[in-house]
Nanobody, 119 residues
């Protein structure tokens, strides 16, 4: 299993970024996927999850209305569109694979991509 995140970078408050996670080594459309983040000096925080077929999406309260999770099973890729970014969104963002079609836990993680929100 390999998960490789990309798309992070420096963005001003109020700006947008779209993260991608390229998956390989497993049948991508058989599993739910999630995004998790870790802000500097803080613990892991679950961000969002999506079911195997994209039919169900879930968000942490503070991300609702600003972040959108999606997936392209033909491309084995997971996405996170982040809008109206705030300084408190600064973190390393990880994608993670669920062991099931529903987002019940995570068994593999990527190495993360850094998002910095600053003026």
């Amino acid at each position: 299993v390999q998960l490789v995140e990309s798309g992070g970078g420096l963005v001003q408050p109020g700006g947008s970024l779209k993260l991608s996670c390229a998956a390989s080594g497993f049948t991508f459309n058989d599993y739910a996927m999630s995004w998790v983040r870790q802000a500097p000096g803080k613990g892991l925080e679950w961000v969002s999850a999506i079911t195997w077929n994209g039919g169900g999406t879930y968000y942490a309260e503070s991300m609702k209305g600003r972040f959108t999770i999606s997936r392209d099973n033909a491309k084995n890729t997971l996405y996170l569109q982040m809008n109206s970014l705030k300084s408190e969104d600064t973190a390393v963002y990880y994608c993670a694979k669920s062991p099931r079609i529903w987002p019940t836990g995570m068994d593999y993680w990527g190495k993360g991509t850094l998002v910095t929100v600053s003026s």
